[in-house]
Structures are given as C-alpha cells and as structure tokens.
C-alpha cells in the first residue's frame, strides 16, 4: 500500500445530505488519478450515502471510522465490521486518538480490532501517537512502539504489508499546531524500522499517513517529508474545495 494515501476523517460531522452535495461536489472536481488513493471515512450514519455517491468512482474507497472487536450480538451502539463491509465500506480506522482518549480504547481492543477488521475483508489503518506529555518526557518512541506492536500483535506479515500506520500525535490532532516535516519524518522512519523489524521485507510495503492538523498551506511540505507515504486529515477535510487541494499535493 505505499502508493500516496489521502485519507479524509470526517469524525461526527457531515449528515447524509450534506454528504450527498459534497460527494457531487468533489467527484465534479477531483479526477482520478491512478497515482493516489483516496478514501473518505464519514460519520457511519452517512456511510451508506457516500458509498452510494460513489458509485462508478472505484478511484475513491469509504471507510468506518470505527468498529467493535465482535462481529455480531448484543453491543449497542457499536459497528460490526461486516456490516460495515457489507455496506461498502473498505477500510477501517483503528486506535484514533479520539477513541484512545475519549472512549478509552485499549492496546488490547485494537489489536482484536485488527482481527476484526481483517475477518470481514476491511483494511485496517492503526492510529499511533503520544500525547503532550509523553512527548515531552522523551518516551514518543516507547509509546508508539508499544501501540504498533499491541495493534499488529495477531495479524500476518501479508495483512501488515497490504495495511496502513497513521502516526497521529495527540498534541496535534484538531489543535492546529502540526508537526514539522522533520519531526513526523524521524517518527515515520523509526515505525518503518520497527515494521521491518517485525515483518522483514513485508514492513517495508505498508504505508504509513501523517495526521494532525493538515491543512492547505502545510499540506505540501508534510507530504513530501521523508518517510511519510500519505495524510490522514481530519477538519481540513470537512471543506470541498480545501480538501480537494490537500489530494492534489
Ligand atoms: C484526525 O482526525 O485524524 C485528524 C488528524 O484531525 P485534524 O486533521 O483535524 O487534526
């Protein structure tokens, strides 16, 4: 999966008419390109309008932005991977900070997520990333580790290469204070070594996304770091016109 990766979060937001005048939106606007892939994760109350917003654009995938560790049964309020598969989506968020921190997701449950994902055929991108703190008491690389590992423990070297890692620090997500270029790139390059640590040259193939506080002006210079295979975007993604040039970097 290293092909360039755009990845538009779209979190609660983006009702299903909103998401049917944005899809005729930027399907009028973005061209495909077959040397990028795009994917949106809306709201999964709009997941099916997307989908079928995109019917004839196989240049553009849909994914959940969060499922449960079972496929079935009594867990309200959740999403079962296939159902979510089979109401079109094919990738699935796993770790975001967000669940992370506000719902309180563990290690544990991502790495049954990503079994779970894999069960119903949906391509898991796990979320990595240190908090403020973690940062600044120097452990940015434990943490992450930590998380990598926790969340690939069950899956095959086939899965990690065909998958995607997004490293998306906390203290950046929806704050408006980005990494620099060289900081992400230092932290791609140590998940790079720690896939191909795991999974010899398998790790090499997967891609992994930069996310946090992506917008139109630090779009290009986070995109061309090195080791950075792609852009996991929250809010810059909820406008057409912005996101549509985020794509095109
Ligand atoms: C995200 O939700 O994954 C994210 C990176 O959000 P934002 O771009 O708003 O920081």
Redesign the pocket.
Known sequence: MRRPVFAA?W?MNIGPTEARAFMAAFTAKWTPRADRSLIFFPSALSLGTVVHALAGRSDIAVGVQNIWTEDKGAFTGENSAPIAAEAGARYTLVG?SERRHIFGETDEQTAKKCVAAVRAGLTPILCVGELLEEREQGITHDVVLRQLTAGLRELSDETIASMAVAY?PVW???TGKNATPEDASAVHRFIRDALIERSGIAGESTAILY????NSTNCASLRAADHVDGL?????SLDVDTWARICGT
């Open positions: 979060n979190k975001h998306e950046a997500i929806g996310g946090g506080s992506v996991l975007v929250g809010g810059a």
